[in-house]
């Protein structure tokens, strides 16, 4: 199972998953996470509760701008934050690798306009097929 799976179905929902990174409560590797993305997870909610208060990203270029310089979060982290945390509907996640395998090996290259508007709910289909094993890159 992917990380984030994991971790989605130990915390139940984002609220419990928010509680628990900004606790900031890091013993060692847990859930797939290792210790230096965890203190990324706690910097981001810290951040990111700091954030909340004055607007939410609408889109994940705002996203980009605001956690980009945050130690440990990257344009694939920024990615995940945008379609998981912040629901923005047009994240085409092409730091992923199972994203990147499936669209040059089903699509022939790095995004089908056909999902214009829709990235994030292809790639969360994507990643569904790659967790149910229905997917062969071979």
């Known amino acids: 199972r992917s990380i984030s799976s994991k971790v989605k179905v130990y915390f139940g929902n984002t609220e419990n998953i928010m509680e628990w990174a900004l606790k900031g409560d890091i013993k060692g590797p847990f859930l797939g996470l290792s210790v230096s993305k965890q203190r990324s997870l706690h910097n981001w909610a810290v951040q990111s509760s700091n954030l909340t208060k004055l607007k939410k990203p609408k889109t994940i270029e705002q996203v980009h701008d605001y956690f980009i310089n ?3 979060l990257g344009p694939w982290s920024c990615d995940m934050l945008s379609i998981f ?3 923005i ?3 085409w996640p092409i730091k992923d690798l199972g994203i990147r395998k499936y ?3 089903y699509f022939g290259s790095t995004k089908p306009r056909a999902i214009t508007g829709y990235e994030s709910i292809a790639s969360l289909c994507i990643w569904q097929a790659i967790d149910l094993k229905k997917v062969n890159f071979r």
């Open 70 to 72: 945050i130690k440990g």
């Open 89 to 91: 509907p047009t994240v």
């Open 103 to 105: 669209s040059s090996k």
């Open 85 to 87: 945390y912040y629901c």
